[in-house]
């Protein structure tokens, strides 16, 4: 009983993302992938995201004084299995993003990216093992409908909801349970495609992201954990009738985790995520982000 | 426990370097006087450390901007005060470029009221940016 409820919770931690434009750092794992011995998975997510500073192409931090940029999103995830081993799952969310700065202010709301994905568990745990995780490879798609960087309209850049381009991704998940503590790995590879406006083009960028965390069973209903991310962007350039060229950019995401098992079968979790508490950041928003979720878990 | 060591281990050898809390750029603040101005893919944010005023040695900073992407100043851009009420101009600005397309501005000094302008003049693209005040 105690490993199906912390496969349930692992199943949790990773559906966790967040929904925030590249440009403004977030943590842009797309994997979201049923661990637990469920058919579907339904999760709506509530969070509030304050951007409070940034960082120059040496690491150093600028903060924020008496400025104002919040994001509140709320998202939709659906993960199904489609046989014993592939899977496939969806997210939406609607953001709102209120940011003020002097005497401008502006407040913009919207869809942000439709994320789609393809996971085949490659490597099942079949018979126990002290040491060999389960491994999941995973496809995935976004389909932004916010603008992006090229296509932003706004002064603030307030209409920029998500990741706002066109991508692909591959990745994969590995996933280790070890007496109360449950362990993962994920490794990713995003390719942003071109983003065209006007006579300009901004040329197709890549990304890449590794995390890793751990939970620990406190009691039959309280989960806890962390996750530590970390994010690189190569850098972006536009040709066109302008050519310019950014830096490289990186931050680490740390996240704090708690769940409550509800019901057998519906779960609330907590979430505090800080991007200025550990690692080297380059060229990236510094935000706090706090997250309410609830989930719905149809087993096989 | 030893997968989850190595995760750890990995991640610290990684994230090596300070972290942002601990890392802050001194004598730079994002304050609430701002301004922002937009000409076609130019863009240009300043943020004074404090409000604008006359007979007072003042720093901002300045974030130049092409499609929305940090950048710095073409070459041989300018940026120096002006009164176009007067017809005169003010004492140059000292500026430093504290990282790409994000630049500290100091000794900004207004020698009278009135009516002012930062310009950021873009040679190569005969484009102009305009911050007016009235100080």
Known sequence: MIFKLILLFLSILSAGKVLASSCCGGNASSNQIIIGDNKYELSVRSSFRNDFGQTTDKGKAIFYDDVKDHTYTTSFDASMLLTDYWQTGLKLGVAHKSIQKGSIQENQAGLTDLGLQLAHEFLPELYYSKWKPRGFLFLSTNIPFGKNLMTSKKLLRSDIRGNGFYSVGVGTLFVKKMGDFTNRFSMEFQKTFDAHEKENTLKSFNKYLLSTGSSYQLTDFWNLGFLISWNYTKPKKIVGTINTRSLSDQYFDTSLFANYLMTPESLLGFTYLDSSLLGKSRNSALYRQFTINYTYQIPL | ?135
């Open chain 2, 1 to 135: 426990m030893r997968f989850l060591l190595l995760t750890l281990l990995l991640f610290l050898f990684s994230a090596c370097g300070k972290p942002p809390l601990l890392n802050k750029q001194d004598s730079i603040k994002h304050s609430s006087h701002y301004q922002s101005v937009r000409v076609n893919d130019y863009s240009a944010d300043l943020y004074w450390n404090e409000a604008p005023k006359a007979y007072s040695y003042l720093s901002a900073q300045l974030e130049f901007r092409v499609n929305n992407i940090l950048s710095s100043l073409p070459p041989e851009s300018e940026v120096y005060l002006w009164m176009p009420s007067m017809g005169h101009g003010g004492p140059d600005i000292r500026l430093e470029e504290i990282s790409q397309g994000i630049y500290k501005l100091d000794e900004i000094y207004f020698i009278m009221e009135g009516d002012w302008q930062i310009i950021i003049k873009l040679p190569q693209t005969s484009t102009t940016l305009n911050f007016n005040y009235d100080i």
